[in-house]
């Protein structure tokens, strides 16, 4: 079954630093994968989507994820991190013999000045 | 309407008593997903929606929980005998179809006491 692994629940980076966030996802089918934003008290936000086209996807407020279907991975990148990142970050994907949108377990992105 | 929209958006009931949350999906959606977020987790699958029918209603704790969506847009989530463990937020999103991007709402925080 379709699932995404979302490594470090935590992530602590310096303002201008380059912001990594990992997410794994286990898929027998192409899958489709989803990174969303959730700042302090608000809903989740789309980041960016992989629905199979370029494999190199770019995201609002600077973001980027790189699908790499050799190492089933989904990673959010941002070269310089800003305060205004700090959030908890989502990684999903659609899956289950009903197709649903499963979301991992999260990660706290703090940024120091 | 411009994005999800769910009512109310703070509700605290005494343990034992029903509750209604509410979810308008944006206009034209058919996919609509409930979700439960508990504090420092991620979004956990409770029911999901493709036109009036559950496809798949397997993440529903237990049958204290059910919800409905009648005429294929509103969706009402109900929880009888409400225990404090219930306290959470949940979450609200709606899909144009599956493998597209959800568009979520603010959230219903239900605490109950």
């Known amino acids: 079954a379709q699932s995404v692994t979302q490594l470090g629940s935590h992530v602590s980076v310096s303002e201008g630093a380059l912001v990594l966030l990992r997410c794994n996802y286990s898929?027998?089918?192409?899958?489709?994968l989803f990174w969303y934003v959730q700042y302090p008290n608000q809903g989740l936000q789309l980041l960016l989507k992989y629905t199979s086209a370029a494999t190199l996807v770019k995201g609002i407020n600077g973001f980027e994820a790189e699908f790499k279907k050799s190492e089933t991975s989904f990673h959010l990148t941002k070269p310089s991190a800003h305060m205004s990142d700090a959030a908890e970050y989502f990684c999903?994907?659609?899956?289950?013999?009903?197709?649903?949108?499963?979301f991992g377990t999260g990660t706290l992105l703090a940024v120091q000045p | 309407g411009a994005g999800v929209s769910q009512t109310p958006s703070n509700k605290v009931t005494e343990k034992g008593k029903y509750v209604e949350l509410r979810c308008d999906p944006i206009s034209g959606h058919t996919a609509l997903y409930w979700y439960r977020q508990s504090l420092g987790q991620g979004p956990e699958f409770l029911i999901y929606f493709q036109g009036t029918g559950a496809a798949d209603d397997s993440g529903l704790p237990n049958d204290r929980f059910f919800a409905v969506r009648p005429e294929g847009s509103v969706s009402t989530l109900k929880i009888q005998r409400t225990e404090r463990g219930d306290s959470a937020v949940y979450l609200c999103a709606s899909s144009k179809t599956t493998n597209t991007e959800a568009f979520f709402g603010q959230g219903t925080r239900l605490t109950v006491v």
């Open positions: 898929s027998s089918v192409p899958p489709y």
């Open positions: 999903a994907v659609y899956g289950g013999a009903t197709n649903k949108l499963i």
